[in-house]
């Protein structure tokens, strides 16, 4: 199985500043199969990122995704009140087939 | 735009059956293009795939269930069904159906989901 582990576990940060969060894969994984998304309360989940650096329709250009070998990252540039969610990136690979990382609780500082 | 809607008991004994029912408008289950999929997450915890159902009626599930999880398509109706058996307070959890793109096309990622039914397992 390819593990997931996102880090940190909660992040406090404030409006207007920039956040940054990551997810590792226990080994490689093609970019293709690398996504992110974001759960607010109550709500499913929503795509942000596709294939490691893609934005879906409709995501704003602060939010963008990188990846370096087995280190994915999501960064925002200017967090805005409605960006205060959990987040969890996701991999296609051998079974279970797509896995999620346990996620980042991006909370008001 | 399509919309994805679950359904079905929000409470089942221990030991019993569950049975959930997502039904997709805007979209051809029948189509090819997309896999179903059942997702679900446990209060307060990250999300866990269950399996997933292709238009030739394959499936794909997650070991982790050990055979207890069924997912079929009913074409006629537009939907798609999960039932998982033997359930214990361990299954209580909100259930979501999804779409994914097959990984045989290109990108893999889920771009739309219901809104989720709670199910609690409970007598």
């Known amino acids: 199985d390819i593990a997931l582990t996102q880090s940190p576990g909660t992040l406090s940060l404030s409006p207007g500043e920039r956040a940054t969060l990551s997810c590792w894969a226990s080994q490689s994984v093609s970019r293709r199969s690398l996504a992110w998304y974001q759960q607010k309360p109550g709500q499913a989940p929503r795509l942000l990122i596709y294939?490691?650096?893609n934005r879906a329709t409709g995501i704003p250009d602060r939010f963008n995704g990188t990846r370096s070998g087995t280190r994915l990252t999501l960064t925002i540039s200017r967090l805005e009140p409605e960006d205060f969610a959990v987040y969890y990136c996701?991999?296609?690979?051998?079974?279970?087939?797509?896995?999620f990382g346990q996620g980042t609780k991006l909370e008001i500082k | 735009q399509v919309q994805l809607q679950e359904s079905g008991p929000g409470l089942v004994k221990p030991s019993q059956t569950l049975s959930l029912t997502c039904t997709v408008s805007g979209a051809s289950i029948n189509n090819g293009d997309y896999y179903w999929n059942w997702i679900r997450q446990p209060a307060g915890k990250g999300l866990e795939w269950i399996g997933r159902?292709?238009?030739?009626?394959?499936?794909n599930y997650n070991p982790s269930l050990k055979s207890r999880a069924t997912i079929s398509l009913d074409v006629s109706k537009n939907q798609f069904s999960l039932r998982l058996s033997s359930v214990t307070a361990a299954d209580t959890a909100m259930y979501y159906c999804?779409?994914?793109?097959?990984?045989?096309?290109?990108?893999?990622?889920?771009?739309?989901w219901g809104q989720g039914t709670l199910v609690t397992v409970s007598s």
């Open positions: 999804a779409r994914v793109f097959p990984e045989e096309i290109g990108y893999v990622y889920f771009d739309s």
């Open positions: 159902v292709y238009a030739s009626g394959g499936t």
């Open positions: 294939g490691a650096t």
């Open positions: 996701q991999q296609f690979g051998t079974p279970p087939l797509y896995t």
